[in-house]
């Protein structure tokens, strides 16, 4: 597909921004980078694990039923700042028709769908002994369980489309559409009465926890931004080589290897 | 938090099977997605 469409030329571009946006610039970059992230998020787990289950105390109402936190709330964050990330990527594509960006938001989005996940199961095994319950359709519960519904549609769509920039383009308007469930399941716990609890942290005031919970939680979702990232970029990669196998720079990588 | 034993840890005050649950969810993802990741890289690599 490399023939096709609108593309940055990385000998008529003067920013190393734009030329970065060119598939077979970004491709070794996203190799190099890979390595790194995947340390740092190594990096971030261990003393995050560590704190999660030999430092913070037992919680006083819940046990060690609350340890469930440490997983669930950084899913839970993950799910919905990568789709704001994949949305991002789709919004870029379909404005300056480069590419790598829908590239990007595919690469994004099953990342996405497995915090989605991860934050629906952790929350179903953490309210049957706090709630009593596995689900309830409450405005948080929901909202979320519609989230995994639209990564789910995005890459649905995404892989029913055999024009990969058609298909981008349908993707991206999902994506973009997609985007108002997210200040709903943030907000949701304000606006509705929900049973799922209101947020310990935010950025307006103190956090409602004690400090080594909140670092530990912190930790972790620091470790599951930067596997996240790295994920991201080792599928990039991929999607890059499936979409522009038939480009002379893929012929020339593979004949150097 | 002091366990005091490894049988008390993985017992987790009784709530093993949610906190574990949990995490190994997370692991399981996790060890899934990039065995998957791999097979597509080798796959892309091949094909190229």
């Known amino acids: ?257 | 938090m002091n366990w005091g034993s490894f049988g008390n840890f993985t017992h987790m005050g009784g709530y093993a099977f949610y906190v574990w649950g949990s995490y190994l969810m997370a692991l399981a993802c996790i060890a899934g997605e990039l065995a998957l990741l791999a097979r597509r890289a080798r796959l892309a690599e091949r094909r190229a």
Not at chain 1, 23 to 36: H, L
């Open chain 1, 1 to 257: 597909m490399a023939t096709e469409g609108y593309r940055l030329d990385s000998e008529t571009s003067g920013s190393w921004l734009l030329k970065l946006a060119a598939p077979q610039a970004f491709f070794p970059v996203a190799g190099r980078m890979i390595p790194w992230f995947a340390v740092l998020a190594v990096l971030f787990a261990l003393p995050g694990l560590y704190l999660s289950f030999f430092v913070a105390p037992t919680d006083f109402q819940q046990g060690e039923a609350y340890r469930v936190i440490f997983l669930h709330v950084p899913a839970a964050w993950m799910s919905m700042f990568l789709y704001l990330v994949m949305a991002f990527w789709a919004a870029l594509g379909l404005i300056l028709n480069t590419r790598l960006s829908g590239m990007m938001a595919s690469a994004v989005a099953p990342t996405g769908a497995m915090f989605t996940f991860l934050a629906l199961w952790s929350g179903a095994l953490w309210g049957k002994p706090t709630w009593g319950t596995w689900w309830v359709w409450d405005a948080r519960l929901t909202s979320e369980l519609i989230l995994l519904f639209l990564y789910f549609g995005f890459i649905a769509l995404t892989n029913a489309i055999d024009d990969p920039r058609r298909a981008d383009r349908a993707g991206a308007v999902l994506a973009i559409v997609g985007v108002v469930n997210i200040p709903i399941i943030y907000f949701s716990v304000k606006w509705w009465n929900t049973l799922h609890q209101g947020a310990s942290v935010s950025l307006t005031r103190a956090p409602s926890m004690a400090t080594t919970m909140l670092v530990g939680m912190l930790l972790m979702s620091l470790a599951a931004w930067m596997y996240s990232i790295a994920v991201a970029l080792w599928r990039v990669r991929s999607i890059i080589l499936e979409r522009e196998r038939d480009a002379q720079w893929v012929r020339e990588l593979r004949g150097v290897q």
